[in-house]
């Protein structure tokens, strides 16, 4: 995981996990396949953890079985610096997957296509302003349904409980643009912990909402960060689990000591089968009971 990375996204698959970041390691330029962890006895029998980097960006998925599964509500947009970069990823994430909007010129950018991939992740391909940049992915929020017309209280919502954040551009509905709502926000960026994100309403019918198939990982350095996040993010307390937690628009987040994935990444069968045993009936998780689980000395 790139070292100034907080907040790393995480893709919950049945079976695939290992097989989605091999393919999109390989489909995204200068990417690569960190790490695989198999997890032992836990409610959902083995699973496989799976890190890796796309141009520079950090992911992380979980073959956890069929409970989620992915869709557009929460999408990456990826900037590209030129038209055939795009065309060439086009390519690769939209065989066997399916065209939302097709790859073509608009009038917010002369190269742009939204693809859900064989494997159910939404992305958005578009040109960058400069062909210079280097790729950019950035995690792109839906507000539908429901949440239809919250975008915007969102958006300050979010910027309030992260550091290092900032509200960026806000493009918003206008008088014609019907079933939107007038002023309600057709596009808005944002950073958090130095990290950038997207978020739109959307009042058309859609059948999708957030769920856990898409949610962040919040990696934290101490205690008293941890329960930051936590009292601040969780408003679903039947949804609170092994550092799992759903906020007031349903979205998931995982609440975790950084050290955690070191642990899991580096350590012993016996320690990654200790560490797991600890965490499995935890809620909000125990930085110091998890180290301690690590570092026990088994007779």
Not at 1 to 14: E, Y
Not at 188 to 206: G, I, N, R, T, Y
Not at 252 to 266: C, D, G, K, T
Request: aromatic content about 12%.
């Amino acid at each position: 995981m790139p070292a100034s990375q907080k907040i790393v996204s995480h893709l919950w698959f049945d079976t695939a996990a290992v097989e989605a970041a091999t393919f999109y390691a390989s489909s995204f330029p200068d990417s690569q396949l960190i790490s695989v962890t198999r997890l032992r006895d836990t409610p959902s029998g083995d699973c496989d953890v799976v890190s890796f980097d796309l141009t520079g960006y950090a992911f992380q998925a979980i073959s956890a079985g069929p409970f989620f599964k992915p869709n557009p509500s929460i999408s990456f947009i990826v900037y590209l610096p030129t038209p055939a970069q795009i065309d060439t990823l086009w390519s690769r994430l939209s065989d066997g997957g399916q065209t939302l909007m097709p790859l073509e010129s608009y009038p917010f950018s002369a190269r742009y296509g939204w693809v859900q991939d064989r494997f159910g992740i939404s992305w958005q391909l578009t040109l960058s302003e400069n062909p210079s940049d280097p790729p950019v992915i950035i995690p792109a929020l839906l507000f539908v349904g429901d949440n239809c017309g919250k975008a915007e209280e969102a958006l300050h919502f979010y910027t309030s409980v992260f550091s290092a954040s900032r509200i960026g551009q806000i493009r918003r509905y206008g008088p014609d643009q019907a079933p939107d709502r007038e002023g309600t926000i057709l596009f808005a960026d944002f950073v958090l912990e130095h990290q950038s994100f997207a978020l739109s309403d959307s009042a058309f019918a859609h059948d999708f909402g957030f769920n856990e198939a898409i949610s962040f990982i919040v990696n934290c350095e101490t205690q008293e960060e941890i329960d930051h996040y936590w009292e601040r993010l969780s408003a679903v307390p039947e949804a609170e689990q092994c550092g799992w937690l759903k906020d007031r628009y349903g979205v998931s987040w995982q609440i975790v000591p950084a050290a955690l994935e070191e642990m899991m990444r580096h350590g012993a069968p016996e320690q990654i089968a200790r560490v797991t045993q600890a965490f499995l009936p935890m809620k909000k998780l125990d930085l110091a009971a998890l180290q301690s689980a690590y570092a026990a000395v088994t007779e």
